[in-house]
């Protein structure tokens, strides 16, 4: 069965620091992965997603996520969080019926 | 740029009662869905529609709901008799072929009160 595994549900950074969120994925099909936002009070909004065009991919906001399937993985970064970056991240598989399966999600949190 | 729209916001109902969750998905997509977050969960997936059928549904899916697309632009939740683990954020998303590229484009949610 496909699922999706984030580690760690909150996440504690200084305003400026590298932000990573981790996400794996078990799947035995090649997988199609997403990344999404939530902010405070409002719905999910696509950060980044991996098609297969390419390992590394870039997203609003200055995020980016590198694929690596050797260890079934799909990490967010952000060389350099701000204080608008705080929100809920949500990781996500494309299944053969395109539905998505989330990850539990990851809250950042930006410390001045 | 084109968004899911839902409405209303909020919504709280008794317990027994029929809610309606309404939604206008974008204009050309054509795969609807609706998901739901209950507080501190994983967002869940509950229903696919596509081809004014339902594609897909979840075991949370049972016969105390139902979708529709009554015209061109709305797609509804209702859920028929309302109970209180149905509290939840429930999020409208649609998306266009091929589908596995575009990603999934989700509403602002409505937020669900059951007493």
């Known amino acids: 069965a496909q699922s999706v595994t984030q580690l760690g549900s909150h996440v504690s950074v200084s305003e400026g620091a590298l932000v990573l969120l981790r996400c794996n994925y078990s799947?035995?099909?090649?997988?199609?992965l997403f990344w999404y936002v939530q902010y405070p009070n409002q719905g999910l909004q696509l950060l980044l997603k991996?098609?297969?065009?390419?390992?590394l991919v870039k997203g609003i906001n200055g995020f980016e996520a590198e694929f690596k399937k050797s260890e079934t993985s799909f990490h967010l970064t952000k060389p350099s969080a701000h204080m608008s970056d705080a929100a809920e991240y949500f990781c996500?598989?494309?299944?053969?019926?395109?539905?998505?399966?989330f990850g539990s999600g990851t809250r950042l949190l930006v410390r001045p | 740029e084109p968004e899911v729209t839902q409405t209303p916001s909020h919504q709280v109902t008794q317990m027994g009662q029929e809610v309606i969750l309404r939604c206008v998905p974008i204009?050309?997509?054509?795969?609807f869905y609706w998901y739901r977050q209950i507080l501190g969960q994983k967002v869940e997936f509950l229903v696919s529609?596509?081809?004014?059928?339902?594609?897909?549904k979840s075991e949370i899916f049972d016969d105390q709901f139902s979708v529709e697309r009554p015209d061109g632009s709305n797609f509804t939740l209702k859920i028929r008799s309302t109970k209180l683990e149905d509290s939840a954020m429930y999020f409208c998303?649609?998306?266009?072929?091929?589908?596995?590229?575009?990603?999934?484009?989700f509403g602002s949610g409505t937020q669900l009160s059951v007493l």
């Open positions: 998303a649609s998306s266009e072929a091929p589908v596995q590229d575009k990603g999934l484009f």
């Open positions: 799947s035995s099909v090649p997988p199609y």
């Open positions: 991996y098609t297969s065009a390419a390992t």
């Open positions: 996500a598989l494309m299944d053969s019926s395109y539905k998505l399966i």
């Open positions: 204009s050309n997509h054509l795969y």
């Open positions: 529609f596509y081809n004014n059928e339902i594609s897909e």
